[in-house]
Each structure stands twice: as C-alpha cells, then as structure tokens.
T-cell receptor, first 115, second 117 residues
Framework: AQSVTQLGSHVSVSEGALVLLRCNYS??????LFWYVQYPNQGLQLLLK??????LVKGINGFEAEFKKSETSFHLTKPSAHMSDAAEYFC?????????????FGGGTRVLVKP | GAGVSQSPSNKVTEKGKDVELRCDPI?????LYWYRQSLGQGLEFLIY????????KSGLPSDRFSAERTGGSVSTLTIQRTQQEDSAVYLC???????????????FGPGTRLTVL
C-alpha cells in the first residue's frame, strides 16, 4: 500500500523568503507524484506533477519540485514567498499501471506568510 | 470553460437521515472521483468512475455509502442513515480519463460540506 508523509502540518515563512514543503512517499514502485494547493473554502488545484522524464518539475505560481528516487522524496519549493501563497498544500501519489488515477494524499501543510 | 460543480455547497442533516450529494464534471471528462476531507482522516479516496462503471469502490467506508453515475456525466453520492462521523467535506474531481495511465490531471470541485447533527 502506498503512503505519503508531509513533514510539518504548519509552516510559517516571511514574505520573500524560501518556501520548502517536504513530502516523502512509501511505495514498492515509484508512483506518479503530485502537489495540490487548497485555498480557503475552495477545491484543490494542481500545482505540478511528476510522471516521467526530468526529475525537476516546474509548476504554476513559481513553484517547483524535484523527484529524488533514492530519498523517496518530492519536496516543493518556491524561492520567494508571496502573501498569496498562504494556503494548504497537499502532496499526493497515484500508482503506476493502475486503471484510473486514485490519489493518496499526505496530511497537508498549512502555509502562513508573514509580511 | 465551466469547471466541476457540486451541489449543495452546504448540507446540514440530522443523524439517521439520508443525503444525496451531486457532482457535475467537466464536459467530456470520462473519469470521475469522489474524495472525503475530514479533520480526523484528512483527504481520503472514496470511489472512481470510468464512464458509468465504478472499477474502484475500495474507499467507500461502509455499505451506507453508495454512488452512481448516469450518462457518463453527473454523479450522485448517497449516504444512508447518516452518522456524526460522516460530517466532512465531500470533494468531486474529474479528468479526461486514460486507461492504465494514472497521469491525468484531476480537476476538483469546491466540495459539499456535510454536517450531521
């Protein structure tokens, strides 16, 4: 069975500082990897995903993530935080070769951006 | 174009009552998913539809939960004899649908917040 661990349920960063959100997965075969963002009272929006190819993936709003197979990680970064980045972020995985795209989510990390 | 829509946005019900939650996916999306988001359990997969069939119902927590999809479009999630632990936000997502892929982007609706008193 797959599982996803996000280190830190809450992260506080200053505006302009680096944002680093950690995600580790547990799976016998490296899965497909996703980061989603959820703004208050809204559904989830895809930030980026890794399926194959280059391990450094760039997404929307200046975010990027790097798949590291040896570390079973897919950490999300943004060089300079903006006030609008305040939201909850979810790392998710889906198994390769399966019908459909059933997502298993981490517990989420809520980001607070201080002015 | 229009995104995934869900109705109602909020539902308050009494314990023991049945509820129906509706999801309208993006037009042309053959895959549809239901998830549940609760404080205690986080985000959990419930069921996956490809067309009108549900090849994966593994996340439905009990036989009080059921879902159907008609015409390859609208889906309804039904919870019978609701319990307080059913209180959560129920999210629907749709995607283009790809066989054996799993790389499709899922587009999520805003959710239905269910409160069971």
């Amino acid at each position: 069975a797959q599982s996803v661990t996000q280190l830190g349920s809450h992260v506080s960063v200053s505006e302009g500082a680096l944002v680093l959100l950690r995600c580790n997965y547990s799976s016998s075969v490296p899965p497909y990897l996703f980061w989603y963002v959820q703004y208050p009272n809204q559904g989830l929006q895809l930030l980026l995903k890794y399926t194959t190819g280059a391990t450094l993936v760039k997404g929307i709003n200046g975010f990027e993530a790097e798949f590291k197979k040896s570390e079973t990680s897919f950490h999300l970064t943004k060089p300079s935080a903006h006030m609008s980045d305040a939201a909850e972020y979810f790392c998710a995985v889906s198994p390769k070769g399966a019908a459909g795209n059933k997502l298993t989510f981490g517990g989420g990390t809520r980001v607070l951006v201080k002015p | 174009g229009a995104g995934v829509s869900q109705s109602p946005s909020n539902k308050v019900t009494e314990k023991g009552k049945d509820v129906e939650l509706r999801c309208d996916p993006i037009s042309g999306h053959t895959a549809l998913y239901w998830y549940r988001q609760s404080l205690g359990q986080g985000l959990e997969f419930l069921i996956y539809f490809q067309g009108n069939s549900a090849p994966d119902k593994s996340g439905l927590p009990s036989d009080r939960f059921s879902a159907e999809r008609t015409g390859g479009s609208v889906s309804t999630l039904t919870i019978q004899r609701t319990q307080q632990e059913d209180s959560a936000v129920y999210l629907c997502a749709s995607s283009l649908g790809s066989l054996g892929g799993g790389t499709d982007t899922q587009y999520f609706g805003p959710g239905t917040r269910l409160t069971v008193l």
